[in-house]
Each structure stands twice: as structure tokens, then as C-alpha cells.
């Protein structure tokens, strides 16, 4: 049984992830408005009305913008952590109690053939935390929005066959460009975001025999470039001995366009 998954959009500007197995389809976060995920949707020949529920990663806006207009519209069920609901409250207006449930962090839920693993990053939210999604022998790792890649991090999403990995800044373009330093302060914390170089070391520790696909998500509009992330990490990892090309390949993500539906 396998999945196929597509960043709908990825950026500041708002987050969305679709994935699907045969039985089911899930999306996590929904930081752009209803009408701009269904638009989303459409262009993987997708149906919104279709989805079985949206897990949330944590409460910032780029990541539940339309969460509540979602949840409205199709009457779908979501899952967040406690500290998350209690984070999201006045922020995605009224959702019935009935839709509303509660994913631990560390924790494992099943739907199906799916295992969807929930696991803590580190950044300034209420409880962040990412996911894990496995079924059969495959496996895809969604994680942006964390300051460094932990050690038990690194553990648990090893040898994915797919990753969906935060690439957001290169640190010198941050550095010198028009932010306040107390919001460049903040980026390059422990609670902030990952840079190209940081994101690069931290896939050469996990990236293992069946991973053949990485994708550059969450790219700082004003701090990254898509050119520039890509030949930051290919550069880095090759230090390494990963060859990009070679042994797997590197994808771009988009604030507004989605990746094509792909199947692992």
C-alpha cells in the first residue's frame, strides 16, 4: 500500500500538506484561506470535500489561516495537541466540539493502512510538533519550523524514502538584509528556523538507503532563494558523500504552486 503526497504550498505566506493512501486523505495545516487550499486541491485533481481530516502542526498563522473555515465547510475532524487547542482558541473561530480532537505529542495514530507518529520540534509555539507518516515499508517525514534538528529527532525520522524538510534562510542573506535584529534574533535561535547549511547537515544524519527524494520547504521570501537553498544543501551534503542526482534527488516547494501528486 503506498502514498502519494503533495506540498500544496510552502512558505510564510502559508502552509498546507496534502497526503493520501488509498483509504484515506489527511491535510496538515491550513494556512492558506478555504477558497485558496480548494484552488490547491483542483490542481492535483484533488477534492477538498473529500478529505477525512486536517492535523495540525501548531498554532502560528502561516499554518491555520483557514484551519476554521475548513473545518466549517466540510465538517472535517482536526487534530491538534492540547496546548495547540488551547494556543488556536479566538484564532480560527468556532469549530463544534464534535470535530475537535486531541493528538499528543509522541504519540501514534491509525487510520487504516496509515500510522501517522507525531513528534516535538523546537520552536516559539505553544507545543509544536510534525509527523511522521508510515504505511507498509514506506515512509515520509514532514518537518519545518524548528530551530536545530535534534538528536531524537534524527532517530526517529531516519531513512525515510521522502522528506519535506525545512531549508529557510540562508544565514548571511538574514544577516545583512532589512529585518529588525530582534526578528533576526528570533530566526537564527534555537526556536526560530533552520538554515540551508543547518537543514543540510541534519538530512546527511537521516537520509538513509531508501531515501530518494528530499523536498526544500518552508524558504524565507526575503532571506532564501530557491537557486540559493538548492545548491547550498547539494554542496553541503556532497561533504558528505550524498551525491544529489545520484543517489536521490532535490525538489522545490512554492508558496502558491503545489507539487505535482507523487508516490512513494
Same mark, same amino acid.
Given at each position: 500500500?503506498?502514498?502519494?503526497?503533495?506540498?500544496?504550498?510552502?512558505?510564510?505566506?502559508?502552509?498546507?500538506?496534502?497526503?493520501?493512501?488509498?483509504?484515506?486523505?489527511?491535510?496538515?495545516?491550513?494556512?492558506?484561506?478555504?477558497?485558496?487550499?480548494?484552488?490547491?486541491?483542483?490542481?492535483?485533481?484533488?477534492?477538498?470535500?473529500?478529505?477525512?481530516?486536517?492535523?495540525?502542526?501548531?498554532?502560528?498563522?502561516?499554518?491555520?489561516?483557514?484551519?476554521?473555515?475548513?473545518?466549517?465547510?466540510?465538517?472535517?475532524?482536526?487534530?491538534?495537541? %492540547?496546548?495547540?487547542?488551547?494556543?488556536?482558541?479566538?484564532?480560527?473561530g468556532e469549530i463544534a466540539v464534535d470535530q475537535k480532537f486531541t493528538f499528543d505529542m509522541e504519540t501514534v495514530k491509525s487510520f487504516g493502512s496509515l500510522?501517522?507518529?507525531?513528534?516535538?520540534?523546537?520552536?516559539?509555539?505553544?507545543?509544536?510538533?510534525?509527523?511522521?507518516?508510515?504505511?507498509? %515499508?514506506?515512509?515520509?517525514?514532514?518537518?519545518t519550523d524548528t530551530g536545530y534538528v535534534s538528536d531524537r529527532m534524527k532517530g526517529l525520522i531516519s531513512d525515510a524514502d521522502a522528506y519535506i524538510f525545512?531549508?529557510?534562510?540562508?544565514?548571511?542573506?538574514?544577516? #545583512?538584509?532589512?529585518?529588525?535584529?530582534?526578528?533576526?534574533?528570533?530566526?537564527?535561535?534555537?526556536?526560530?528556523?533552520?538554515?540551508?547549511?543547518?537543514?543540510?547537515?541534519? #538530512?546527511?544524519?537521516?537520509?538513509?538507503?531508501?531515501?530518494?527524494?528530499?523536498?526544500?520547504?518552508?524558504?524565507?521570501?526575503?532571506?532564501?532563494?530557491?537557486?540559493?537553498?538548492?545548491?547550498?544543501?547539494?554542496?553541503?551534503?556532497?561533504?558528505?558523500?550524498? %551525491?544529489?542526482?545520484?543517489?536521490?534527488?532535490?525538489?522545490?516547494?512554492?508558496?502558491?504552486?503545489?507539487?505535482?501528486?507523487?508516490?512513494?
Open positions: 500500500m503506498s502514498m502519494q503526497f503533495s506540498v500544496l504550498a510552502s512558505g510564510s505566506s502559508g502552509n498546507a500538506f496534502y497526503i493520501e493512501t488509498k483509504e484515506h486523505s489527511f491535510l496538515v495545516d491550513a494556512g492558506l484561506s478555504c477558497k485558496k487550499i480548494g484552488e490547491q486541491m483542483e490542481q492535483i485533481d484533488r477534492d477538498p470535500s473529500k478529505l477525512d481530516a486536517i492535523f495540525i502542526t501548531h498554532e502560528h498563522s502561516d499554518h491555520i489561516k483557514g484551519l476554521g473555515a475548513m473545518a466549517r465547510k466540510y465538517k472535517l475532524p482536526v487534530y491538534a495537541n %492540547e496546548r495547540t487547542w488551547k494556543a488556536m482558541d479566538g484564532l480560527v500510522d501517522i507518529e507525531s513528534f516535538g520540534v523546537s520552536h516559539d509555539a505553544a507545543e509544536p510538533m510534525f509527523y511522521i507518516f508510515r504505511t507498509g %515499508e514506506k515512509k515520509v517525514v514532514l518537518i525545512e531549508s529557510n534562510h540562508d544565514t548571511e542573506m538574514l544577516r #545583512m538584509g532589512r529585518y529588525p535584529w530582534n526578528i533576526k534574533r528570533r530566526i537564527l535561535s534555537d526556536v526560530g528556523h533552520v538554515s540551508n547549511e543547518d537543514a543540510a547537515l541534519a #538530512m546527511s544524519d537521516v537520509i538513509g538507503d531508501r531515501t530518494k527524494r528530499i523536498y526544500l520547504a518552508h524558504l524565507s521570501k526575503d532571506n532564501n532563494m530557491k537557486d540559493l537553498a538548492r545548491m547550498s544543501v547539494t554542496q553541503t551534503l556532497a561533504t558528505r558523500g550524498i %551525491e544529489i542526482g545520484t543517489q536521490l534527488d532535490l525538489f522545490d516547494t512554492d508558496p502558491y504552486i503545489p507539487t505535482g501528486l507523487t508516490a512513494v
